[in-house]
């Protein structure tokens, strides 16, 4: 069974900064491409930023140099940095992982965690 396990959020001045971690149990875990997505309140969900098994990165472009994705495949676990952190950036995180194959993708979500960002 898969479990992606989020946490880190929370409540943070403008400018400040979290950093959110998201367990994963269930899956090769370095086989998949790691996300970070946010959903705010009557938006859709989007990327944040994503993390293939070797490390190649890809941001959205309103986070780019003030979030940084990584991830520890030993521990199982990806990351998102956040700094400079801006009141749009208000939402709830969700980890997201995602594995392509020859047959089927594998895709699976974690519960959210919240951040919220006061100016």
């Known amino acids: 069974q898969v479990q992606l396990v989020e946490s880190g959020g929370g409540l943070v001045q403008a400018g400040g900064s979290l950093r959110l971690s998201c367990a994963a149990s269930g899956i090769i875990f370095n086989l998949n491409v790691m996300g970070w997505y946010r959903q705010a309140p009557g938006k859709k969900r989007e990327l944040v930023a994503a993390i293939t098994g070797g490390g190649s990165t890809n941001y959205a472009d309103s986070v780019k140099d003030r979030f940084t994705i990584s991830r520890d495949n030993a521990k199982n676990t990806v990351y998102l940095q956040m700094n400079s952190l801006k009141p749009e950036d208000t939402a709830v995180y969700y980890c997201?992982?995602?594995?392509?194959?020859?047959?089927?993708?594998?895709?699976?979500w974690g519960q959210g965690t919240q951040v919220t960002v006061s100016s």
């Open positions: 997201n992982a995602r594995r392509i194959t020859d047959l089927a993708t594998y895709i699976s």
